[in-house]
């Protein structure tokens, strides 16, 4: 309350508390009385206080977001997928071309992927394009050969789902990961539906999301009663124009203490060029990311799509030895 309330003003502050279902905790100090609101304090936002006379200003001391937080859930979350833990103490590298293109290059992509010792492969069947003129993805055929390509050497899929008029599409294509791109990362609708369902998500941060909001958007899934959400740091937009996007490492310790759920790291859609990779994916570890998303094709000068951050398969192998020194340094491995 201000300084200088009225017993009157602080008297209908604690009548709204009330009138919330909640009750009251009324502090008198020398200089200030403090009312706290004891309860289901989301139930309440601090624009219904601060409009009121002799009210200072309203906070709310819990964090908006409830199931993802690291208060609700002090320990790690790991999240299987198909027995594969991310988020404990192993780190898993994601890794398989930006777009599926022909069966043949999902085969020499899956091939590389399991060589370089990756659990878990990567691709995109639809593909969200700045230009409507770009390669869209070759859709549902595009499942069928991740799937084709992935299954017999045993790497879970992960894909990103655009549209949730696919998403029984996937669940017949069985993909193990549904990933939430960068642009839909607050496509309310979207969230909602994957959080009904009972698969592992990847849920990107938007081109220039907060933490705050990222968090909030992964409370839409979560509300859903799916928990299974892996948080993927992939760039923000800031004023460098020098690289693609800026790898905000400061994000992944943040995040990490913010929630108990995995926090990988896309190294590719950061630095937008292949030779940046090995820098930003060290750094990741070291921060400690829980894995990577990483873009990698047979012949990265023929993709199709973001041909410039693509590692060759001998590329992924030595990255695969250098992020594993990293992570046997700070006490994980590979
Ligand atoms: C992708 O991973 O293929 C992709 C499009 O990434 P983002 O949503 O981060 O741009
Ligand atoms: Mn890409």
């Given at each position: 309350?201000?300084?200088?309330?009225?017993?009157?003003?602080?008297?209908?502050?604690?009548?709204?508390?009330?009138?919330?279902?909640?009750?009251?905790?009324?502090?008198?100090?020398?200089?200030?009385?403090?009312?706290?609101?004891?309860?289901?304090?989301?139930?309440?936002?601090?624009?219904?206080?601060?409009?009121?006379?002799?009210?200072?200003?309203?906070?709310?001391?819990?964090?908006?977001?409830?199931?993802?937080?690291?208060?609700?859930?002090?320990?790690?979350?790991?999240?299987?997928v198909r027995g594969i833990p991310i988020g404990g103490e192993t780190i898993q590298v994601i890794a398989g071309p930006c777009s599926v293109e022909t069966q043949a290059q999902m085969h020499a992509s899956a091939a590389a992927v399991s060589a370089a010792g990756c659990r878990l492969m990567r691709g995109g069947a639809f593909k969200p394009r700045t230009s409507p003129y770009a390669f869209q993805g070759l859709g549902v055929t595009g499942l069928a050969y991740l799937q084709a390509a992935a299954r017999p050497l045993q790497l879970p899929i992960v894909t990103e789902?655009?549209?949730?008029?696919?998403?029984?599409?996937?669940?017949?294509?069985?993909?193990?990961?549904?990933?939430?791109?960068?642009?839909?990362?607050?496509?309310?609708?979207?969230?909602?539906?994957?959080?009904?369902?009972?698969?592992?998500?990847?849920?990107?941060?938007?081109?220039?999301?907060?933490?705050?909001?990222?968090?909030?958007?992964?409370?839409?899934?979560?509300?859903?009663?799916?928990?299974?959400?892996?948080?993927?740091?992939?760039?923000?937009?800031?004023?460098?124009?020098?690289?693609?996007?800026?790898?905000?490492?400061?994000?992944?310790?943040?995040?990490?203490?913010?929630?108990?759920?995995?926090?990988?790291?896309?190294?590719?859609?950061?630095?937008?060029?292949?030779?940046?990779?090995?820098?930003?994916?060290?750094?990741?570890?070291?921060?400690?990311?829980?894995?990577?998303?990483?873009?990698?094709?047979?012949?990265?000068?023929?993709?199709?799509?973001?041909?410039?951050?693509?590692?060759?398969?001998?590329?992924?192998?030595?990255?695969?030895?250098?992020?594993?020194?990293?992570?046997?340094?700070?006490?994980?491995?590979?």
């Amino acid at each position: 309350m201000q300084h200088a309330a009225s017993a009157a003003e602080l008297a209908a502050v604690v009548d709204k508390i009330r009138h919330a279902g909640l009750t009251e905790h009324v502090s008198c100090g020398t200089e200030r009385t403090i009312v706290g609101a004891v309860g289901d304090e989301r139930r309440l936002t601090p624009d219904l206080f601060e409009r009121m006379p002799g009210v200072e200003r309203a906070i709310h001391v819990v964090k908006p977001y409830r199931i993802v937080s690291r208060e609700s859930h002090p320990d790690n979350t790991v999240v299987k997928v198909r027995g594969i833990p991310i988020g404990g103490e192993t780190i898993q590298v994601i890794a398989g071309p930006c777009s599926v293109e022909t069966q043949a290059q999902m085969h020499a992509s899956a091939a590389a992927v399991s060589a370089a010792g990756c659990r878990l492969m990567r691709g995109g069947a639809f593909k969200p394009r700045t230009s409507p003129y770009a390669f869209q993805g070759l859709g549902v055929t595009g499942l069928a050969y991740l799937q084709a390509a992935a299954r017999p050497l045993q790497l879970p899929i992960v894909t990103e789902l655009m549209d949730v008029r696919m998403l029984d599409t996937f669940l017949e294509y069985d993909v193990d990961v549904i990933q939430i791109g960068a642009r839909n990362m607050q496509n309310f609708d979207l969230l909602k539906e994957v959080g009904r369902v009972n698969k592992p998500v990847i849920l990107k941060r938007g081109l220039s999301a907060t933490l705050s909001e990222w968090l909030m958007a992964a409370e839409y899934i979560a509300a859903g009663g799916n928990h299974n959400i892996i948080f993927c740091e992939r760039g923000i937009r800031t004023f460098e124009t020098a690289y693609r996007n800026v790898l905000d490492v400061t994000a992944i310790p943040v995040l990490k203490r913010e929630t108990h759920l995995p926090v990988l790291v896309d190294p590719s859609h950061a630095g937008g060029k292949a030779w940046l990779v090995p820098a930003l994916s060290l750094a990741a570890i070291a921060a400690g990311a829980d894995g990577l998303l990483v873009e990698t094709h047979p012949t990265p000068s023929e993709a199709w799509c973001d041909a410039d951050q693509a590692l060759t398969p001998e590329e992924l192998l030595a990255l695969m030895a250098s992020v594993r020194a990293v992570a046997e340094a700070i006490g994980r491995r590979v």
